[in-house]
């Protein structure tokens, strides 16, 4: 089994071209024996944050976006997640939806914005879901949403063998940005959660320029024992991997031998997460 990341820079208020262009990177996934396709953060809309504008090109979540992956997952027998401008009630949000073949089956808000997205988007409300699917149990999350442990945790702790992340990765949150190795932190963070929390994680971010916005790519594909698969891609990439997968893997990595089992090992008697009413 295999899933795919597309880094790409999608371009400004231009959501017919974009939508095309992530289509043809899902066909092209498909060709290559993908069952999942990950694309970036406001991938339809591009990221770009203008108020007015992205409200012209917002659209609800069963809009053309999800009208036309669901016809591309359809045809092409895959998953995809990305990100799009969500308009609803008069608000703004930075959403994200997984899509099968008969359609829908994730809608997600992102919960933690970063920087001037405060000025543009209503922070998220509809929590942090989770879908089974014939590849095993994905969640979805949305770029600075990893910086946040319990987000990955809450996902895993609901079953997720792989989290699906858009992104559009920029600077301004660390002073440094990269390692010697190549790694942004916020892709180190990803290699951590993934590792923590034994569950894949596959993010694909923007890349390029837009305007003032320089985006530093290092999109990557992480196994549940924190071993990188793919990337990080370089900051001017536009690429798509390809990557094998086994959700089994992440059963596996729970259960690291007879003494050592990272879920069961939990002390719910001292500490707990929950998620709405639920205590996990």
Known sequence: MKIAVAQFRAEAFKPQANRERAVGYVEGAARRGARLVVLPELVVSGYALDAERL???????????????????????????GGFCEKSNGKLYNSAMLVGPSGPLLHYRKLHLFDRERR????????LPVAKTE??????CVCYDLRFVEVAR?????GADLLAVPTAWVGGFDRTTHDKEGF?????????????????????????????????GNSLVVDP?????AGP???ASEQLMVVEYDPDAAAAA????????????????VYAVKIGDRVL
């Open 120 to 127: 543009v988007f209503s922070p998220g409300d509809l929590g």
């Open 254 to 269: 729970r259960h690291r031998s007879e003494l050592v089992n990272p879920r069961d090992d939990r002390r719910t008697d």
């Open 135 to 140: 590849i095993g149990t994905v969640g979805l």
């Open 55 to 81: 409200a012209e090109v917002a659209e609800a979540f069963e809009g053309p976006t999800l009208k036309r992956w669901t016809s591309a997952a359809s045809e092409h027998g895959v998953l995809i997640a």
């Open 154 to 158: 809450l996902l895993s702790l609901q």
């Open 184 to 216: 942004i932190t916020q892709a180190r963070g990803a290699v951590v959660q993934a590792n923590l929390n034994q569950v894949y994680v596959a993010c694909a971010s923007q890349s390029g320029v837009l305007g003032d916005q320089r985006f530093l």
């Open 233 to 235: 891609l370089d900051e």
């Open 225 to 229: 024992f924190g071993r990188v698969l």
